[in-house]
């Protein structure tokens, strides 16, 4: 249960925690208590290594330190509880609860180090005259004590002692929130619509849990995820791709007109007649053309002794028809057929383009193209990803996010991230010493990763 769905709490619903605790002393799951447990799990990295196949390595170095976070099952635990959370240490795994254990004197013995560490008494003088100072002059009394004579205790032990960098302020926030509210979340507002509940009050403000991202902001880092992971994809997998192919889907509509240009063909082309879709705009109806196609297609290379490799991407046109690019390899040149001279006129250019065509592809225009210029295909593949989403509106966008945005054979070579990483003291001596004494080692491979593979 969470604080700010039961205003009415009483004692009575509230569990002690265990009495030898000293820096978990509160049964509400606060965001000191979230941002110290988190920062357990950062792990300093000092390069990076993407290795895409034997084609393209790149190594990142950097200046200074940056971190990241072991993305283990007790990590999600604690960034998945939610700040206001009653009796939150009951609610825990086992695995997580001994994690507290351990961590309750590392957190506290940290505080009174530097508490106590005469060295250190000068500098936490000055900060604490300067943050008490700033927040009379800013009127910051979301970080000031009832009287405004000195600074909350949990602002001393956070931001003074610990050096943790100041929150955005209660009304810097408040300001943020509401146009977040008003531009995408009217439930976040009170039942006027003029201001913000007390409950969104409750929860983000003096619980101070984070503003939601806008979907504009998530539809951005989809786009750039995407976007990388294709051409990290074909990179990894360039000595393979020999040809660009298009595949379209033919318009019933115009299905009289297709047969009268193939009826009156010349003798010498092929006789092409197509698998007319319901719609070609229907997702759900063309991935499935495209999936048998691609079986078919597969299934016919394996009796000739050969592997079908393919990445491609669906793109929507202006009017909402889908069609499939992918970077494939090369096909045997009796899975093709020359496109005929009525459906292959190039009118830019006033002639016959002679292009190849792929006989299993019944259900339109295919289209292949000899990859010269591997690192422009590249681009232009994920391009074709880029035009399908940027002009979108936020509905349009999510019921396009639910679809798969890219599609790969699985004997591909998959891009692989190597990290050279830094293991504090604390890290080591949580994870690889008394962990792993308490659990077996089944359980600990699933939580945490082995030392010896970053040696």
């Known amino acids: 249960m969470l604080l700010h769905e039961s205003l009415t709490t009483t ?39 993407r290795m895409l196949g034997d084609n393209f390595v790149e190594l990142i170095q950097y200046d200074k330190p940056i971190y990241q976070y072991d993305n283990n099952t007790l990590y999600r635990e604690f960034k998945t509880l939610e700040v206001g959370t009653i009796n939150w240490y009951n609610q825990l795994t086992s695995q997580a609860r001994y994690f507290i254990r351990n961590i309750d004197d590392i957190l506290f013995n940290r505080l009174y180090n530097r508490l106590y560490n005469h060295d250190y008494l000068e500098y936490i003088e000055e900060r604490y005259n300067r943050l008490y100072d700033y927040a009379v002059n800013n009127e910051k009394y979301d970080l000031l004590s009832e009287d405004l004579t000195s600074l909350k205790e949990d602002v001393f032990e956070n931001n003074v002692v610990l050096g943790e960098n100041i929150k955005i302020g209660y009304y810097g926030k408040y300001k ?16 006027d619509k003029t201001d913000l509940s007390d409950e ?42 020999k040809m660009f192919v298009t595949l379209t889907f033919a318009e019933y509509e115009q299905k009289d007109l297709h047969l009268h240009y193939n009826d009156t063909r010349d003798t010498s082309d092929c006789n092409l007649k197509f698998i007319y879709v319901k719609d070609p705009k229907d997702y759900e109806e063309c991935i499935k053309k495209f999936t048998s196609f691609k079986d078919n297609l597969k299934k ?7 592997d079908l490799y393919y990445l491609g991407v669906p793109e ?38 002679y292009g190849k065509g792929i006989k299993i592809w019944k259900y339109g225009k295919s289209d292949i193209e000899e990859i010269k210029d591997k690192d422009r295909v590249i681009t232009y593949l994920a391009g074709y990803l880029m035009k399908s989403i940027k002009n979108l509106s936020e509905t349009e966008y999510l019921d396009r996010l639910n679809k798969q945005r890219y599609y790969n054979s699985q004997n591909l070579i998959k891009p692989e991230v190597k990290i050279n990483e830094d293991f504090t003291e604390e890290y080591n001596e949580i994870y690889y010493t008394t962990y792993q004494n308490v659990f077996n080692q089944s359980q600990t491979d699933k939580i945490v990763f082995s030392l010896h593979e970053n040696n």
Not at 176 to 191: I, M, Q, T
Not at 211 to 216: G, R
Not at 217 to 235: L, M, N, Q
Not at 300 to 306: D, E, H, R, Y
């Open 316 to 353: 929507y046109q202006t009017i909402g028809n889908i069609h499939f690019h992918l970077l494939m390899n090369e096909l045997p040149s009796e899975f093709l057929y020359e496109i005929p001279s009525w459906l292959d006129y190039d009118y830019e250019i006033n002639e016959r383009r």
């Open 200 to 241: 969104t009050i409750l929860k983000y403000l003096l619980l101070d849990e984070s503003i939601p991202t806008p979907t504009v902001d998530k539809i951005r880092r989809s786009c750039s995820r995407s976007y990388e992971y294709i051409i990290d994809y074909a990179r990894c997998n360039l000595d393979k791709f």
């Open 176 to 191: 943020r929130l509401l146009e977040y509210a008003f531009n995408h979340d009217e439930s976040l507002l009170n039942e």
């Open 300 to 306: 016919k290379m394996k009796k000739k002794g050969l």
């Open 11 to 49: 004692s009575k619903d509230i569990v002690n925690l265990p009495k030898h605790f000293k820096f978990f002393k509160n049964e509400i799951w606060t965001s000191n208590y979230k941002s110290a447990v988190v920062q357990m799990f950062r792990i300093k990295i000092k390069s990076k290594k």
